[in-house]
T-cell receptor, first 115, second 114 residues
Framework: DSGVTQTPKHLITATGQRVTLRCSPRSGDLSVYWYQQSLDQGLQFLIQYYNGEERAKGNILERFSAQQFPDLHSELNLSSLELGDSALYFC??????????????FGPGTRLTVL | AQSVTQLGSHVSVSEGALVLLRCNYSSSVPPYLFWYVQYPNQGLQLLLK??????LVKGINGFEAEFKKSETSFHLTKPSAHMSDAAEYFC????????????FGTGTRLTVIP
């Protein structure tokens, strides 16, 4: 158990819908990362938040957005869902996110299925 | 830009045999390299990491990896495979352009044959 929690574990929805994925980082971790794992694109970085502020963006679609709240939990919002958005979405957290020795601890993931 | 290439999407070994999973990196600056393992229906667990210092890095569950700058490699090894090692293994390199996010390889699925 990494200490990172993600809810829900599974999510099934229809095209065009909007969903919210939630992540609670390890106690004391300030940085949250979101990754997408799909069969065709592998594991890709989406976005990073540090202490409530967006720090970096990766291959995140405009239909996707995220935020980190004062209690440091984060939510990833996916809208206008398409079949190709079906994937495993991971959240990872780290103490700071700015140190080379910083380790990212991954949650168990949310499996999104878009029908 | 940083990237990693994992050679072999599937590797099969007999129980008790040597495990060798290959990873080559591309980086214009000294890289920070990681190996993660993903068991079925689970998240990623850090096996080991190389940042600076000793080039032979020991990790959990008997795994180790050696950073070889001349070969731009960071191969993962374990002397004797156990059935419990069956999983998917990902090599990753950390971005050094500010985000510190990880760039992952495509993964290698390890099968251990009894």
């Amino acid at each position: 158990d990494s200490g990172v929690t993600q809810t829900p574990k599974h999510l099934i929805t229809a095209t065009g819908q909007r969903v919210t994925l939630r992540c609670s980082p390890r106690s004391g971790d300030l940085s949250v990362y979101w990754y997408q794992q799909s069969l065709d694109q592998g594991l890709q970085f989406l976005i990073q938040y540090y202490n409530g502020e967006e720090r970096a963006k990766g291959n995140i679609l405009e239909r996707f957005s995220a935020q980190q709240f004062p209690d440091l939990h984060s939510e990833l919002n996916l809208s206008s869902l398409e079949l190709g958005d079906s994937a495993l979405y991971f959240c990872a957290s780290s103490v700071e996110g700015g140190q080379p020795t910083d380790t990212q601890y991954f949650g168990p993931g949310t499996r999104l299925t878009v029908l | 830009a940083q990237s990693v290439t994992q050679l072999g999407s599937h590797v099969s070994v007999s129980e008790g045999a040597l495990v060798l999973l290959r990873c080559n990196y591309s980086s214009s600056v000294p890289p920070y390299l990681f190996w993660y393992v993903q068991y079925p229906n689970q998240g990623l667990q850090l096996l080991l990491k190389y940042t600076t210092g000793a080039t032979l890095v020991k990790g959990i569950n008997g795994f180790e990896a050696e950073f070889k700058k001349s070969e731009t490699s960071f191969h993962l090894t374990k002397p004797s495979a156990h059935m419990s090692d069956a999983a998917e293994y990902f090599c990753a390199v950390r971005s050094q352009t500010g985000a510190n996010n990880l760039f992952f390889g495509t993964g290698t699925r390890l099968t251990v044959i009894p």
